[in-house]
């Protein structure tokens, strides 16, 4: 009997060790993934703004296109396979910097991990 709750003891210890690892190492891979489907997106963003003479997805639209319909128009156009998704259930928002000439930038930012991997 003794035995037994050392050994439910010993147990306990070493769970109460492991698992703030654990919990730790499955947040750091769910940013990891958030930050390389924001570098896809960016890039493809990028991809798209060349072959379109300087303009990003929906650009110019009345009213302003929303970051969703951006993705849908790059997934339409097959820039992107398939719309990526932040594994933490994040929003991505998609801005661009102002108009003028060729050396815009477009950003990425995920509602929960924000702007990564830049
Ligand atoms: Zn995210």
């Known amino acids: 009997m003794v035995e037994m709750i050392v050994v439910l003891f010993v147990i306990s210890v070493v769970l109460m060790i492991a698992l703030p690892d654990l919990r730790q190492s499955g947040v750091k891979a769910q940013e990891t993934t958030c930050e390389a489907n924001q570098r896809l997106i960016r890039s493809q963003l990028e991809n798209y703004y060349l072959d379109h003479r300087y303009q990003y997805p929906l650009e110019g639209k009345v009213p302003p296109a929303s970051s969703q319909e951006v993705l849908n128009q790059l997934r339409s156009e ?20 102002p108009a003028g000439g060729s050396d815009r930038t477009a950003h990425v930012t995920c509602s929960v991990h924000g702007e990564l991997g830049l």
């Open 78 to 97: 097959k820039y992107l396979q398939t719309i990526p998704a932040c594994p933490s259930g994040g929003d991505y928002m998609l801005t661009f910097e």
